[in-house]
């Protein structure tokens, strides 16, 4: 694997050497805390990671709001694609900056498909990420004429990170939820929201887009901590819904490409290759799989990560999870390795 991997690096770096810029013009990157950059940091919430010891590992050693100790996977992916800086965050961005011409991040920690889960931290429900995306596209009318904009908004590659949320944070400890469905139909109101996403946003110019597979959800820290009644693995019921999910999330993506001419969309695996990580994480260089660097994820400390967190590692590059629930900054770039070697096709 790791050839491949390298082979993929050096086509990219080839491809956007020869442009000279990057491979896409923009990034508009959708989602949850998987994907915020620093969206929630003015918002009432308590879900925000603006915070040290967030951000340690990332440009400046400072925290941005993002949810690791460096880069998320959407930030390695702009790299590859030959990005110099990072689409900033919607809502910190006002007035709109230069650089919206290479992208925007909508992404909302603690939001999901289902909108009531963003209500319930109160975070940015998609709904709402499309609303602001609809002004952003204004602005940036305004910025540089519509044909221009135009070519950015069809040219740009769009990101979707989500799901996990409306699973650990609200399905499986929320009873007016998981009273009201099961988890096949409570799949099916989430892959409608994906569908209606979709055709909205293609309706408004997307024609690259890249969504991301629910991880091994049973494999989160606090996953094993909540819903592993004291055991030390992975909750299997948890990754077979999310496995189910999956599978639901690839047929609507089938459907929609069959209907909307001239889209290319991938749905990322990273249920495998997180999966991979958490069980056998000696075989990519890592050493801890169970505990999270930041708030351990054990049942009698914090699930939260925060400047007094106790036992907080001083070195995150061997653990799968920098806290209870996000991947590392060395896990997300095997994550991020993948989605590149899986999304060759949306960029060519
Ligand atoms: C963490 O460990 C890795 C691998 O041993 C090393 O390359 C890196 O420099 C260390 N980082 C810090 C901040 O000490």
Redesign the pocket.
């Known amino acids: 694997m790791e050839w491949f991997i390298g082979l993929v690096g050096f086509i990219f770096w080839g491809l956007s050497l020869g442009h000279g810029q990057p491979l896409v013009p923009a990034m508009m990157i959708f989602g949850d805390s998987t994907a915020d950059c620093g969206n929630n940091n003015g918002l009432y919430t308590l879900v925000k990671a603006n915070f040290p010891p967030y951000g340690r ?1 990332f440009v400046d050693h400072s925290p941005t709001g993002r949810f690791c100790n460096g880069k998320l996977a959407t930030d390695i992916t702009a790299d590859t694609l030959g990005f110099t800086s990072y689409p900033p965050p919607y809502l910190g961005s006002q007035p709109a900056p230069k650089n919206f011409l290479i992208g925007a991040n909508f992404a909302s920690a603690a939001s999901g498909y289902y909108d009531r889960t963003a209500q319930l931290y109160h975070a940015i429900p998609l709904s709402k990420q499309m609303q602001y995306y609809k002004e952003y596209q204004s602005k940036v009318i305004k910025m540089v004429g519509k044909a221009k904009a135009e070519t950015i908004f069809s040219d740009a590659l769009y990101v979707l990170s989500t799901g996990s949320s409306d699973f650990v944070q609200n399905y499986y400890i929320n009873p007016v939820v998981n009273r009201a469905y099961n988890p096949d139909q409570f799949s099916d109101i989430l892959i409608q929201s994906f569908t209606n996403f979709v055709q909205e946003i293609y309706s408004l110019g997307a024609k690259r887009i890249g969504t991301t597979s629910l991880p091994p959800v049973g494999c989160l820290p606090a996953s094993i901590t909540l819903f592993g009644m004291g055991s030390n693995q992975c909750v299997g019921r948890l990754n077979t819904d999310a496995l189910a999910f999956n599978r639901k999330l690839n047929s609507a993506a089938q459907a929609l490409l069959k209907k909307l001419p001239g889209l290319k969309m991938v749905i990322f695996d990273i249920y495998k290759p997180l999966y991979d990580l958490a069980k056998n994480p000696t075989n990519s260089g890592f050493f801890e799989a169970r505990r999270a660097c930041c708030g351990t994820g054990t049942i009698e400390t914090s699930l939260l990560c925060n400047a007094r967190s106790p036992g907080t590692c ?5 653990y799968v999870f920098w806290d209870s629930f996000h991947p590392s900054e060395a896990a997300n770039q095997v994550l991020a390795d993948s989605i590149m070697a899986q999304g060759i096709s949306l960029i060519s």
């Open positions: 590992d001083s070195n995150a590059t061997g």
